[in-house]
Protein backbone atom coordinates (compact mmCIF):
# COMPACT_ATOMS: atom_id res chain seq x y z
CA UNK A 1 0.00 0.00 0.00
CA UNK A 2 1.16 3.58 -1.00
CA UNK A 3 2.04 5.60 2.13
CA UNK A 4 -0.24 8.53 3.21
CA UNK A 5 1.23 12.17 3.13
CA UNK A 6 -0.20 13.93 6.34
CA UNK A 7 0.20 16.92 8.25
CA UNK A 8 1.34 16.43 12.08
CA UNK A 9 -2.33 17.47 12.91
CA UNK A 10 -3.96 15.32 10.81
CA UNK A 11 -2.00 12.56 12.53
CA UNK A 12 -2.54 14.10 16.41
CA UNK A 13 -6.04 14.14 14.99
CA UNK A 14 -6.73 10.70 14.20
CA UNK A 15 -4.70 9.05 16.99
CA UNK A 16 -7.29 11.13 19.24
CA UNK A 17 -10.32 9.52 17.40
CA UNK A 18 -8.44 6.03 17.89
CA UNK A 19 -7.25 6.44 21.80
CA UNK A 20 -11.33 7.52 22.02
CA UNK A 21 -12.41 4.43 20.27
CA UNK A 22 -10.53 2.45 22.26
CA UNK A 23 -10.30 3.53 25.84
CA UNK A 24 -13.89 5.04 25.98
CA UNK A 25 -16.21 3.87 23.47
CA UNK A 26 -15.17 0.30 23.39
CA UNK A 27 -15.78 -0.40 27.12
CA UNK A 28 -18.78 2.11 26.63
CA UNK A 29 -20.25 -0.77 24.31
CA UNK A 30 -19.00 -4.02 25.95
CA UNK A 31 -20.79 -2.38 29.14
CA UNK A 32 -23.80 -2.13 26.59
CA UNK A 33 -23.94 -5.72 25.84
CA UNK A 34 -23.50 -6.85 28.97
CA UNK A 35 -26.61 -4.96 29.99
CA UNK A 36 -28.66 -5.76 27.21
CA UNK A 37 -27.86 -9.42 27.33
CA UNK A 38 -29.59 -9.43 30.82
CA UNK A 39 -32.97 -8.85 29.33
CA UNK A 40 -33.26 -12.24 28.36
CA UNK A 41 -33.65 -13.74 24.82
CA UNK A 42 -31.05 -12.31 22.38
CA UNK A 43 -33.54 -13.13 19.41
CA UNK A 44 -35.48 -10.79 19.67
CA UNK A 45 -33.31 -8.12 22.17
CA UNK A 46 -33.63 -5.02 19.60
CA UNK A 47 -31.09 -3.32 22.36
CA UNK A 48 -28.54 -6.32 22.11
CA UNK A 49 -28.18 -6.12 18.49
CA UNK A 50 -28.28 -2.13 18.30
CA UNK A 51 -25.25 -2.30 20.39
CA UNK A 52 -23.59 -4.54 18.60
CA UNK A 53 -24.36 -3.04 15.34
CA UNK A 54 -22.48 -0.40 17.04
CA UNK A 55 -19.65 -2.26 18.43
CA UNK A 56 -19.08 -3.60 14.88
CA UNK A 57 -19.07 -0.09 13.51
CA UNK A 58 -16.60 1.13 16.20
CA UNK A 59 -14.40 -1.65 15.53
CA UNK A 60 -14.39 -1.13 11.70
CA UNK A 61 -13.34 2.60 12.19
CA UNK A 62 -10.66 1.14 14.76
CA UNK A 63 -9.30 -0.71 11.71
CA UNK A 64 -9.63 1.63 9.53
CA UNK A 65 -7.62 4.08 11.82
CA UNK A 66 -4.97 2.10 12.41
CA UNK A 67 -4.23 1.68 8.69
CA UNK A 68 -4.34 4.56 7.81
CA UNK A 69 -1.59 5.49 10.77
CA UNK A 70 0.56 2.63 9.82
CA UNK A 71 0.61 3.84 5.92
CA UNK A 72 1.05 7.64 6.92
CA UNK A 73 3.61 9.53 5.63
CA UNK A 74 4.17 12.76 7.93
CA UNK A 75 5.26 15.52 6.40
CA UNK A 76 6.10 18.57 8.82
CA UNK A 77 6.16 21.79 6.41
CA UNK A 78 8.07 23.81 8.90
CA UNK A 79 11.09 21.61 8.21
CA UNK A 80 10.09 22.02 4.19
CA UNK A 81 9.69 25.90 4.72
CA UNK A 82 13.69 26.14 3.97
CA UNK A 83 13.73 24.38 0.93
CA UNK A 84 10.07 25.42 -0.42
CA UNK A 85 11.68 28.78 -1.60
CA UNK A 86 7.99 30.51 -1.09
CA UNK A 87 6.59 27.93 -3.35
CA UNK A 88 3.15 26.69 -2.44
CA UNK A 89 3.86 22.71 -1.10
CA UNK A 90 2.15 20.15 1.09
CA UNK A 91 0.94 21.69 4.32
CA UNK A 92 1.46 25.45 3.71
CA UNK A 93 -1.43 27.69 4.06
CA UNK A 94 -2.29 29.78 0.84
CA UNK A 95 -4.20 33.13 0.27
CA UNK A 96 -5.32 34.04 -3.23
CA UNK A 97 -7.30 36.32 -4.84
CA UNK A 98 -10.22 35.74 -7.33
CA UNK A 99 -9.18 38.01 -10.29
CA UNK A 100 -12.76 38.22 -11.56
CA UNK A 101 -14.17 38.93 -8.26
CA UNK A 102 -11.58 40.45 -6.48
CA UNK A 103 -12.46 37.87 -3.23
CA UNK A 104 -9.30 36.39 -1.29
CA UNK A 105 -9.60 32.94 0.11
CA UNK A 106 -7.00 31.11 2.22
CA UNK A 107 -7.14 27.38 1.83
CA UNK A 108 -4.32 25.14 3.82
CA UNK A 109 -3.28 22.28 1.76
CA UNK A 110 -3.74 19.11 3.32
CA UNK A 111 -4.02 15.55 3.31
CA UNK A 112 -7.25 13.62 1.84
CA UNK A 113 -8.03 12.51 5.85
CA UNK A 114 -7.56 15.73 6.93
CA UNK A 115 -9.39 17.77 4.57
CA UNK A 116 -12.73 19.71 5.72
CA UNK A 117 -13.61 22.58 2.89
CA UNK A 118 -15.77 24.15 5.76
CA UNK A 119 -12.34 24.92 7.78
CA UNK A 120 -10.35 25.62 4.69
CA UNK A 121 -8.40 22.74 4.40
CA UNK A 122 -8.22 21.37 1.01
CA UNK A 123 -7.13 17.84 -0.21
CA UNK A 124 -3.54 17.80 -2.04
CA UNK A 125 -5.34 16.01 -4.63
CA UNK A 126 -8.00 18.34 -5.46
CA UNK A 127 -8.15 20.39 -8.52
CA UNK A 128 -7.66 23.33 -6.48
CA UNK A 129 -4.58 22.49 -4.88
CA UNK A 130 -3.13 20.38 -7.75
CA UNK A 131 -3.41 23.93 -9.56
CA UNK A 132 -1.47 25.73 -6.73
CA UNK A 133 1.13 23.82 -5.36
CA UNK A 134 4.55 24.25 -6.75
CA UNK A 135 2.91 28.06 -7.64
CA UNK A 136 4.71 31.33 -5.87
CA UNK A 137 3.91 35.12 -4.99
CA UNK A 138 2.21 36.29 -7.61
CA UNK A 139 1.92 33.85 -10.04
CA UNK A 140 -1.65 33.64 -11.52
CA UNK A 141 -3.13 29.75 -11.79
CA UNK A 142 -6.14 28.46 -13.49
CA UNK A 143 -8.27 26.62 -11.75
CA UNK A 144 -11.21 24.18 -14.12
CA UNK A 145 -14.69 24.63 -11.89
CA UNK A 146 -17.93 23.09 -12.51
CA UNK A 147 -18.76 26.70 -13.39
CA UNK A 148 -15.89 27.28 -15.88
CA UNK A 149 -12.35 28.49 -15.31
CA UNK A 150 -11.69 30.66 -12.45
CA UNK A 151 -8.48 32.87 -12.50
CA UNK A 152 -6.29 33.63 -9.16
CA UNK A 153 -3.15 34.77 -8.34
CA UNK A 154 -1.25 33.95 -5.31
CA UNK A 155 -1.01 36.32 -2.34
CA UNK A 156 0.30 35.13 0.21
CA UNK A 157 2.31 31.44 1.24
CA UNK A 158 2.92 30.62 4.87
CA UNK A 159 4.77 27.37 6.08
CA UNK A 160 2.84 27.08 9.59
Not at 86 to 93: E, L
Not at 137 to 146: Q, R
Request: charged share 30%.
Amino acid sequence: MNKIPMTLRGVRKLRQELEELKHVKRPAMIAAISAAREHGDLKENAEYHAAREEQGFCEGRIKELEAKLSHSHVIDVRKMASNANGRVIFGSTVTVLNIKTNQEFTYRIVGDDEADFKKQLISVNSPMARGLVSKMIDDITVIKAPGGDIEYQIVRVEYL
